[in-house]
């Protein structure tokens, strides 16, 4: 029975974790069996809500992790790292607490923090979500309001657990070869 080699990459909102988990997932799917697993698939539905600790609007929470069916992720992320003949050779999970949750945390071989200032993260943000249908002013109060609140309370602290830090600026060409290159040292 083989044991995957298990990668955790968290980051604030907007900061390119997302993206440089799919690039990792692509670019090491060439050689091994990789499982992707977003922790953004598993927020509840309908969300819980938040009361803004400064303006008290009430907004649905996405940024916590109460948020999450976390009973789901963990069977889901267990049932991924544990031991079996046909098990992945790596398993990435990625998302906001996955250098948060201690379940999580403990099984990493790897912990990826991927860190972007926050007026970047701010301006991405404002872009992923016009796309989506949202006002500016909608997308920068919630910033304000309780994302960057959460970010600084629950995610930016996490950055201690990692053993390596990017810039979400970052040559992603040089960055990810980095990674590869050290996973593949492992993996062998």
Known sequence: MKKPFVIGIAGGTCSGKSTLSEHLTEALSKKYKVNLINMDRYFKRPGITTIAPITGIEYVEHN???AL??????VDFDAAVAPADDAA????IEGLFALYLEHIRKQLDLKIFVDLASDERLVRR???FMARGQTKQEVTDRYIDTVRFR????????RW????VLNGVFDRTKAEEIV???VESQIK
């Open 161 to 164: 657990h990692a053993d390596l």
């Open 89 to 92: 050779d790596v398993v990435i």
């Open 69 to 74: 069916r976390l009973d789901d992720m963990y």
């Open 64 to 66: 916590h992790p109460d």
């Open 151 to 158: 970010h600084n309370e629950l995610i930016e602290p996490t």
């Open 126 to 128: 404002i872009d992923k």
């Open 180 to 182: 590869l290159n050290y």
